[in-house]
């Protein structure tokens, strides 16, 4: 599976948008890129997902670069409960579908 | 979003002993089950991957004898730690995985913190 490389850490105004930049330049064209978040002490919350196209929910939206080398995570309006760490991962479509988590970004809501 | 539940939440043993944590889904049959564990300001570790009745496969790195994994049921995997030692102590995590299609996301449990005295 591909690495993915992000920022150790970020700090956002609560309300503004968070942008969460993502690598992963070798990234091979049957990957996905997720994102998940984990607030202290639980599990990691599926945010969302995409393949090629950009993705939108109602939790973010994701923009892929044409290319796929990159990616950022779009929190619109953050909030203080946003804060947590993101990981960007790179999965596989098939084989045993493993998710490797990488560092993560910890993103810091400030009021 | 699925649900997946973890029991117990917290589990404090003594050096030596085994302790046993479940992993459930409850909404959705899951063909395959994955263990993670997470240490203090670290990322997740994946630990082995579990499929319903078959050995799972373990990450190099970590004893199969020592972190025992069975997926006896389409919505149960239970991980064993067996002759626990102070290093063990950890968040134990597990996520599940429902079958259809190639996109299907993980959904993950909320954690077991284990403490070893």
């Known amino acids: 599976d591909a690495k993915t490389t992000q920022p150790p850490s970020m700090d956002c105004a609560e309300g503004r948008a968070a942008n969460l930049p993502c690598n992963h330049s070798?990234?091979?064209?049957?990957?996905?890129v997720y994102w998940y978040r984990q607030i202290h002490s639980q599990g990691p919350q599926y945010i969302i997902h995409g393949l090629k196209n950009n993705e939108t929910n109602e939790m973010a939206s994701l923009i892929i670069t044409e290319d796929r080398k990159s990616s950022t995570l779009i929190l619109p309006h953050a909030t203080l409960r946003d804060t947590a760490v993101y990981y960007c991962?790179?999965?596989?479509?098939?084989?045993?579908?493993?998710?490797?988590f990488g560092t993560g970004t910890r993103l810091k809501v400030l009021a | 979003g699925a649900v997946v539940s973890q029991h117990p939440s917290r589990v404090i043993c003594k050096s030596g002993t085994s302790v046993k944590i479940e992993c459930r889904s409850l909404d959705f049959q899951a063909t395959t089950m994955f263990w993670y564990r997470q240490f203090p300001k670290k990322s997740l570790m994946l630990m082995a991957t579990s499929n319903e009745g078959s050995k799972a496969t373990y990450e190099q790195g970590v004893e199969k004898d020592k972190f025992l994994i069975n997926h006896a049921s389409l919505t149960l995997s239970t991980l064993t730690v067996t002759s626990a030692h102070p290093e063990d102590s950890s968040f134990y995590i597990c996520?599940?995985?429902?079958?259809?299609?190639?996109?299907?996301?993980?959904?993950f449990g909320p954690g077991t913190r284990l403490l070893v005295l």
């Open positions: 996520s599940a995985r429902p079958p259809q299609g190639l996109a299907e996301t993980q959904y």
């Open positions: 991962i790179v999965r596989a479509s098939s084989g045993t579908y493993k998710y490797i």
């Open positions: 070798t990234i091979s064209g049957n990957e996905y």
